[in-house]
């Protein structure tokens, strides 16, 4: 049986800009999500973990969402080669609108 290899998930700065936003009791449902859902196989396409068809404002390549009716978005890349994946972005569905840090990204 062979271990799969565990990535290194790397928050960009503006990350911590887009929590601010987010009330504080999500903050470990996002933690724990983000770690149990990239770590290994971050792509492998899921109900909820999909390659986006066209990338949003933050150039990202894939999207996840979870929590309370889908409503938190995580945009990331994956770096095979060195196995990590780069956290993009972290935001709010609401309706049809995607919040991050408190603005609103047009789909």
């Keep these: 049986m062979s271990l799969k290899q ?8 503006l990350t911590k800009l887009h929590l601010k936003t987010i ?10 999500t983000i770690e149990d859902e990239l770590q290994f196989e971050p792509d492998v396409e899921t109900r909820n ?15 996840l969402r979870f929590g309370p009716d889908n409503r938190f978005r995580v945009f990331y890349d994956i770096n095979i080669e060195s196995h990590e ?11 049809n609108r995607l919040v991050f840090g408190g603005k609103e990204v047009k789909l």
């Design 6 to 13: 565990k990535f290194v998930l790397i928050y960009a700065p």
């Design 23 to 32: 009330e504080r009791k999500y903050y470990s449902l996002i933690r724990a």
């Design 49 to 63: 973990r999909k390659p986006l068809k066209q990338p949003v404002t933050f150039e990202a390549e894939w999207g």
């Design 85 to 95: 994946v780069h956290i993009l972005a972290i935001g709010v569905k609401e309706r």
